[in-house]
């Protein structure tokens, strides 16, 4: 299995190259694998706005957004937004313990 981003950041800008990195270098390899294959996937996909979201979600602490993605503790309001919402659906198998 593979434990890191599978795309290259070649002829990105440098707010995707820094989302990319950010999201495979969380410190918690959860979150590493969590995040990471969001981005990978869907990175090219997303808004400014979704980015926005994107972003003030991995300016979290792992270990709230574990919590919060694993309902352990409710996601805060400022937190509770679709981009949340879209990478827990996402890894809709995460809260059976697989990823």
Not at 13 to 22: A, N
Not at 70 to 98: Q, W
Request: glycine share 6%; hydrophobic share 35%; net charge negative.
């Amino acid at each position: 299995m593979s434990h890191g981003t599978t795309r290259s950041s070649e002829g990105m800008d440098v707010r995707h190259k820094k989302i990319l990195m950010r999201a495979w270098h969380r410190g918690v390899k959860e979150m590493d694998l969590m995040l990471g294959r969001f981005v990978d996937n869907e990175l090219d996909n997303l808004t400014d706005d979704e980015l926005d979201q994107l972003e003030m979600l991995m300016d979290q602490h792992d270990r709230d957004l574990m919590q919060w993605f694993t309902n352990e503790l409710p996601v805060p309001e400022a937190f509770d937004c679709p981009m949340f919402h879209r990478i827990k659906h996402y890894h809709k198998n995460f809260e059976s313990g697989l990823l």
